[in-house]
């Protein structure tokens, strides 16, 4: 090839490189959004919620006007909502509490209210939130699981008496912490969840919920971990149940024996297996049902040990439900009595 053959083609290359250039979308300029989808903030009295955009932006929109429904932009766990500017409710000021991942202080508002409100989230410095000594704060992982005493939690439920009374403060649901044991294939996986109570639901308010609260712990040969958890109380007749997400699989950890009216009788002790990159509630989804078994017969295909943890803080021994036991003669306490 000459000089000007070379020329030639290095124009040509220019100029088709050129042309792809000129006719591929131009990519979007998002300047002023925000960063992470489905957040939301308080703007003013405007819940705004973080939303991609058709041009592929994150934009802040909004979603509610507290103003319309008489309450106020509120932000509680790290998300805006509206609520009650006096909500939730707390009595000592300065005081400071753990829910879920963040620290709260308690503080006064502009109506002389005194409420909760996010302090700290301890999540962005991969921490944990403690709140077993005098106040709340952040604290590193370490090789054991961070327990903690249970505290009774102060709610607003609604009124037992009419839908058209306001709420009602109820201070008898306190946090309902487990430890189980379980097997992954042949793996032991010993987790620790914390769940506390956030707001009321059932008759007459009369299951504690536990929304966005939940945290839990997985025990590794490296020390402890972080792991999704949900936690449910089941209704009245508290048939529970919780879930572990570990490694993109959800665990299901429920009752495989319960008692007379449909209550169950003892902690969780089974497991269900959900399908792979799906969280299921134990219903629909499953992969495996390893609780399901026939009344009157032994122990559950895939068996798990939970005990809950007991209101000093202590922790009782993981012992199977289904076999006798020399350290605990009421043992043992599956399956339920009444069983159907």
């Not at 400071?96 to 508002?109: D, L, S």
């Not at 699981?145 to 009124?159: A, T």
């Not at 010993?190 to 956030?198: D, F, G, S």
Request: charged share 15%; aromatic share 8%.
């Amino acid at each position: 090839m000459n000089s000007k053959q070379g020329d030639l083609f290095g124009f040509a290359f220019l100029l088709t490189v050129g042309l792809q250039s000129a006719c591929r979308d131009p990519e979007p300029s998002c300047s002023g959004g925000c960063a992470i989808e489905d957040t939301r903030r308080c703007n003013a009295n405007i819940v705004e919620t973080c939303t991609v955009e058709a041009s592929g932006c994150l934009q802040w929109r909004q979603e509610l006007d507290c103003a319309q429904s008489d309450q106020s932009c509120v932000v509680t766990q790290g998300q805006a909502t509206c609520a009650g500017e006096c909500f939730p409710a707390c009595n000592n000021e300065g005081r400071q509490r753990c829910m879920g991942a963040f620290v709260q202080r308690c503080i006064q508002t502009t109506a002389a209210c005194l409420v909760w409100r996010d302090e700290v989230e301890c999540d962005a410095a991969a921490q944990y939130c403690d709140d077993t000594g005098a106040q709340a704060q952040c604290q590193a992982f370490g090789t054991e699981f961070p327990i903690r005493v249970p505290q009774g939690r102060e709610l607003e439920c609604p009124s037992p008496w009419s839908e058209d009374e306001p709420p009602v403060v109820v201070d008898y649901f306190s946090d309902t912490d487990h430890v189980c044991q379980f097997y992954r294939g042949a793996i032991t996986t010993e987790i620790y969840v914390q769940a506390t109570p956030t707001g009321c639901a059932g008759v007459n308010g009369g299951s504690p919920t536990f929304d966005d609260s939940v945290q839990a712990w997985m025990k590794t040969d490296t020390g402890i971990v972080p792991v999704e958890a949900t936690y449910n109380w089941g209704g009245n007749h508290h048939v529970d149940w919780l879930t572990v997400t570990i490694e993109g699989l959800t665990y299901v950890v429920a009752h495989s024996s319960m008692g007379w009216g449909g209550r169950s009788c003892a902690p969780p002790d089974c497991v269900k297996v959900c399908q792979s990159g799906v969280v299921c509630d134990g219903w629909a989804n499953v992969q495996e049902n390893g609780c399901e078994r026939a009344v009157g017969s032994g122990a559950p295909p895939l068996p798990a040990i939970c005990v809950v943890v007991a209101a000093d803080g202590s922790v009782p021994e993981l012992l199977d439900p289904w076999q006798t036991q020399a350290s605990a003669p009421t043992y043992p306490i599956l399956p339920c009595e009444g069983e159907s």
